[in-house]
C-alpha cells in the first residue's frame, strides 16, 4: 500500500512556489499578496489562518490577517472587500468560514471579485470550473487532485466516488475528476447503498465528517483512497476512512492528519499565485 505523503508532497509544492515567486518578483518587481479575514474567535479558524499565514510567508508571498470581532456588522466586513478588491497589492482575498450567523456567507463571496477569489467559491470560478473554463478552484479538492495525479497520471475512465456533496469539496471535486475523462459518482446523505457505491470505485473521497465511515469491505482491491475527514473523537483525530483495515486493501491511502490538510494550505498559496499572475497579463 502506498502511504500518500501529503505533508511531504504539500513541502515539495510549496518549494516549487517559493521558486517562483522569486521569479515573478524578478519579472514584476512586485510580489503576490494574500489577505484573509477572520471574523470571531473559534479555535479551528484561528488554527487554520495562523498554519495560512505561516504557510504564505514561507514562500514569499505578502500576507496580512484582517481580524474582526463576532459581533462584526456584515457592512464593515463587505466595505473592505471592497476596498480590498480595488488595492493592486492584494493578489487574492479569503474570508475564512464558517461566518457568524448574521452575516450573510454568499452575499460576502460575491463581494471578492472572481480574479482575486483564492477559494474558488464565487458564482463565476464555480461556473467556469464547471464549464471547463479557467477559474480558481478550491483549495482542498485541488489538493486532493494533485495527489490522486501523483499515484495515477492517466484518470481517463475510472470510477470515482464522492462521499459528501458540498461546495467545498465534493462537487468541485467531481468537477475536476470529470474533467479527467473519470466516471463520477457524488453520493450523500441520502443515497440509498453507498457501500456498493464505493465497492465499485476505482477511488474514493470521503468528505462527510463521519468517523471512520469507509471500512475495509467497501474499498476495492487497488482503489485509491482520499480521506478528507477531520473528526474530534474519544481517541484522537480520526478521518472518514477507517484506516487501519482500509490500508490492508487500498492501493493508496493517504493519513489523517498529514494527508489532505497541508496539500490544502500550500493549494492555497498556489491559488493566491495564480491570481497574481492572471491579473498581470
Ligand atoms: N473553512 C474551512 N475550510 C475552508 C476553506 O477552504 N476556505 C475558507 N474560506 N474557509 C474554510
Known amino acids: 500500500m502506498i502511504l500518500i505523503d501529503g505533508k511531504k508532497i ?9 521558486q517562483e515567486v522569486v521569479g515573478l ?39 496580512e490577517v484582517i481580524r474582526y470581532p463576532e459581533a462584526v456588522e456584515e457592512k464593515t466586513v463587505l466595505d473592505k ?18 461566518l457568524p450567523k448574521h452575516i450573510d456567507k454568499q452575499k460576502v463571496i460575491e463581494t471578492i471579485l472572481p480574479g482575486k477569489d483564492v477559494d474558488g467559491f464565487h458564482p463565476m470560478n464555480v461556473g467556469n470550473l464547471s464549464s471547463g473554463y479557467e477559474s480558481s478552484v478550491p483549495c482542498t479538492p485541488l ?15 475510472k470510477k470515482a466516488v464522492m462521499i459528501g456533496r458540498s461546495n467545498l469539496n465534493g462537487k468541485p471535486m467531481a ?21 456498493a457505491e464505493c465497492l465499485e470505485a476505482d477511488i474514493i473521497v470521503a468528505a462527510v465528517g463521519i468517523p471512520e ?13 482520499i480521506d ?17 483495515e482500509v490500508s490492508k486493501v487500498a492501493r493508496a491511502l493517504t493519513p489523517v492528519p498529514g494527508g489532505v490538510g497541508p496539500m490544502t494550505i500550500a493549494c492555497l498559496l498556489k491559488n493566491t499565485i495564480e491570481c497574481f499572475k492572471r491579473s498581470q497579463k
Open 228 to 244: 478528507v475527514g477531520i473528526n474530534k473523537t474519544e481517541n484522537g483525530i480520526v478521518g472518514d476512512v477507517a484506516f487501519d
Open 213 to 225: 465511515l469507509v471500512k475495509a469491505d467497501w474499498v476495492k482491491k487497488d482503489a485509491i483512497v
Open 10 to 18: 504539500a513541502a515539495e509544492l510549496r518549494e516549487e512556489l517559493r
Open 25 to 63: 518578483k524578478a519579472k514584476h518587481s512586485k510580489i503576490p499578496g494574500l489577505t484573509v479575514i477572520l471574523i470571531g474567535d473559534m479555535a479551528p479558524s484561528q488554527i487554520y489562518v495562523r498554519m495560512k499565514e505561516k504557510a504564505a510567508n514561507e514562500v514569499g508571498l505578502k500576507s
Open 81 to 98: 472587500i471592497n476596498e480590498l478588491n480595488k488595492d493592486e497589492n492584494i493578489s487574492g482575498i479569503l474570508v475564512q468560514l464558517p
Open 175 to 195: 468537477q475536476l475528476l470529470l474533467k479527467e475523462n473519470c466516471t463520477v459518482t457524488i453520493t450523500h446523505s441520502k443515497t440509498k447503498d453507498l457501500k
Open 143 to 157: 489538493g486532493c487532485y494533485l495527489m490522486i495525479k501523483k499515484i495515477e497520471p492517466n484518470l481517463s475512465g
